[in-house]
C-alpha cells in the first residue's frame, strides 16, 4: 500500500494543549511543521509554542470543526475527547489514532475486555454498577481489590483499595453510582512502560522499556534501561507491539504495566498519545517520543528508539515552589542534568510544573543525580 505522507510545511492539529502537547509541538517545529492546538484552557503550556491557539469547549462542534478546517492531521495529547469532537475532526482532517482507538482507550472496562480478548495478559476484573454486583465481583476475584470508575480516572484518582469484602459498602458509596470496574490487586514489584509506535503501513517501534516509581500515586521517577532481564524486556515490547497491532493505531501508545513478584508480566492501561513515563526520551533516545508521534501521525518512516545514555527523569510538581522559586542554578551545577519547563504560571500542590533528566554511565548514577539536582531545588530553603 503506498501511502502519501503529510510533509514538513503541513499544519498538524493538536486535541489538548498542556505540557504533552507543547512538547509534540516543539518537536514538530523543529521538523518544520507548523501547529494548531485546541483545549478550554487559555494561555495553556502548549499554545505558547503554537501557531495556531483555539481556546474553546471539546461539545462546541462548530468551533472544532473551525480548527479542523485549518490542519492536515489531528492528534492528541490528551484521550478525554468526546467521541463527536473526533469525528467533527474527521470530516476535514486524518485523525491518528483514530475513534475506534480513543472509544476503547476510554473506559477502563472497554480497554480491559479488549486486552482480555486478545488473549493478553491482564488482573482478574468484572464491571460494576451496584453495591450487589460489587460484592459479588470480591466474592468471585477475592479481596484485596481495586475497584476504580470506568471513565475519566487518572493518576489514581476515582480509586478505591479493598482490604476485605467488608470494605465494599465504603468503596461502592465512594465511586458515587457511576460505572466501575473491580480488578484483583496486582502483587507487583515493578511499574514499566512501554511506548511504541505505528505507521499507516504496519511498521511498529517500541522504545525500550522505562520503570516506574510513584509517589501518592504520581509519576515521581523514571528510568531506563528498566532493572529486568533482557528476557521480560523482550516479553514486555512484544506486548506492547502486539496490542498496537490489534487496536490497528496509526500513532503512538503507551502500555503501562505491572511486574508482578511471580515474574509475570500484566498491563495496567492503555493511553493513545505521548505520556510523562517517556519524557527521558528527549535527552537520551536517538528520537523522541515526541518526534515518534509526529512522524508516526504523518506518515513519515519512524526513527531509531535506541538510547543514547542510560537516564533518569524527575518529575517537578507545584509543591517545589512552596517557599519561592526554585533554585534553578543549584540543579544546573551538575552538566549532565537537563531542565524542562511547561511554563505553567500558577504552581499548585500535585500540578506537573516540569521535569528534570539527567544521564550517566549507569542507570543508578543517571537516578543519583536526577535527584540530587532535584534536591537542590529547595535546599537554600530548607537548610538551617
Ligand atoms: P491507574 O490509574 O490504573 O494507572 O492506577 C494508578 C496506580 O494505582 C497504578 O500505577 C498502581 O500503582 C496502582 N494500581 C492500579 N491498579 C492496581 C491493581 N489492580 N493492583 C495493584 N495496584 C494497582
Known sequence: ??????????????????????????????????????SPEANSPAS???????????????????FAKQVEVV????????????????????????????????????????????GFPTTPFQRVTSLAELEQAVATIGAPGVLKTASFGYDGKGQMKLKTPAD????????????????????????????????LDGQVVTFPVFENDHANHILDITFAPAAISSELADEARKIAQGILEKLNVVGLLTVEMFLT????????????????????????????????????????????TDMTKPAAMANLLGH?????????????????????????????????MGHLTAT????????????????ALTAKYTAK
Not at 531542565?339 to 500542590?349: F, P, Q
Request: glycine share 8%.
Open 75 to 118: 492528534t492528541f495529547e490528551f484521550e478525554n475527547v468526546p467521541h463527536d469532537a473526533a469525528k467533527a475532526c474527521a470530516e476535514h482532517a486524518a485523525v491518528r489514532p483514530d475513534g475506534h482507538v480513543l472509544h476503547v482507550s476510554q473506559n477502563r472496562l472497554r480497554e480491559k475486555s479488549f486486552l482480555k480478548d486478545k
Open 261 to 304: 513478584r511471580d515474574g509475570r508480566v500484566l498491563v495496567n492501561e492503555l493511553a493513545p498519545r505521548t505520556h510523562n513515563s517517556g519524557h527521558l526520551t528527549i535527552d537520551a533516545c536517538v528520537t523522541s517520543q515526541f518526534e515518534q508521534q509526529v512522524r508516526a501521525v504523518c506518515g513519515l518512516p519512524l526513527g531509531s
Open 320 to 352: 517545589l515552589w512552596e517557599y519561592g522559586e526554585p533554585d534553578w542554578t543549584a540543579a544546573l551545577q551538575d552538566p549532565l542534568v537537563k531542565l524542562h519547563l511547561y511554563g505553567k504560571r500558577e504552581a499548585r500542590v500535585g500540578r506537573k
Open 168 to 199: 465494599a459498602t465504603k468503596a461502592w458509596e465512594a465511586m458515587k453510582g457511576v460505572e466501575s470496574i473491580y480488578e484483583g490487586f496486582v502483587d507487583f514489584v515493578k511499574e514499566m512502560s512501554v511506548i511504541g509506535a505505528r505507521t
Open 360 to 375: 550517566g554511565d549507569t542507570v543508578e548514577l543517571a537516578i543519583e543525580r536526577v535527584k540530587k539536582a532535584r534536591e
Open 1 to 38: 500500500m503506498s501511502i502519501k505522507p503529510i510533509l514538513p510545511g503541513a499544519r498538524i492539529g493538536v486535541l489538548g494543549s498542556g505540557q504533552l502537547g507543547r512538547m509534540l509541538a516543539l518537536s514538530a517545529r523543529k521538523l518544520g511543521y507548523g501547529v494548531a492546538v485546541y
Open 48 to 66: 505558547a509554542v503554537a501557531d495556531i491557539d483555539v481556546v474553546g469547549d471539546y461539545l462546541d462542534l462548530p468551533r472544532i470543526h473551525e
